[in-house]
Nanobody
Framework: QVQLVESGGGLVQAGGSLRLSCAAS????????MGWYRQAPGKERELVAA???????NYAESVKGRFTISRDNAKNTVYLQMNSLKPEDTAVYYC???????????????WGQGTQVTVSS
């Protein structure tokens, strides 16, 4: 079992910034990758940004140049720095961790509870 704790969401005006954090905890696991997804009302959940433990990064086209994902492998923590926020960024943001357990085969996905990001005009 892996637990993900998210923080950093909130209200911000268009053009402002927020920094999201997500820390993974548990036993006998290693992280293959961590990332952020978001879901706005009436829309499908979408990938925002993801990063592997080796540092390979993938961004949604809509956030390139504005968002930056980073991680601290020693702390099993991933961050999402969001700059130049737009109203269209308003959504619930979910942290994801893809992990491998020491004594088990395969990869497993775990999700945080979500944090609301609201960007006003």
């Amino acid at each position: 079992q892996v637990q993900l704790v998210e923080s950093g969401g909130g209200l911000v005006q268009a053009g402002g910034s927020l920094r999201l954090s997500c820390a993974a905890s548990g036993r006998d696991f290693s992280i293959s990758g961590m990332g952020w997804y978001r879901q706005a009302p009436g829309k499908e959940r979408e990938l925002v940004a993801a990063i592997t433990s080796g540092g390979v990064i993938n961004y949604a086209e809509s956030v390139k140049g504005r968002f930056t994902i980073s991680r601290d492998n020693a702390k099993n923590t991933v961050y999402l720095q969001m700059n130049s926020l737009k109203p269209e960024d308003t959504a619930v943001y979910y942290c994801n961790a893809r992990v491998r357990f020491t004594l088990s085969a395969g990869l497993w996905d775990y999700w945080g509870q979500g944090t609301q990001v609201t960007v006003s005009s």
